[in-house]
């Protein structure tokens, strides 16, 4: 089946999504946010990087962190909503 006849569906695997994407060029990656499901209380999210591993690794790593930021900077405005918090928020 040739990639332009293959479409993705909500069934599809990691695998498929993976092979749907096209190829990066010269060692270069490709990074694609995919919107699975969008709904007020159910909403589906991805990222996909595919592409040299280096590169590829770096972008996963600043994408970890970042996301451990967002959370540890979550975790310190409930903590300044709660009086009996153990965080420090000063």
Do not use: C, Y
């Not at 060692?27 to 909403?43: H, L, M, N, R």
């Amino acid at each position: 089946m040739e990639k332009d006849d293959k479409k993705l569906t909500p069934h599809s695997t990691v695998d498929d999504v993976f092979e749907f994407l096209e190829g990066a060029a010269d060692g270069a990656v490709q990074v694609v946010p995919i919107s699975f499901k969008e709904q007020a209380d159910d909403t589906r999210l991805a990222i996909f990087i595919k592409g040299h591993h280096e590169t590829a690794s770096v972008i996963m790593a600043e994408l970890v962190t970042t996301i451990n930021e967002l959370f540890a900077l979550q975790e310190q405005q409930e903590a300044a909503e709660n009086e009996r918090s153990a965080i420090i928020t000063s």
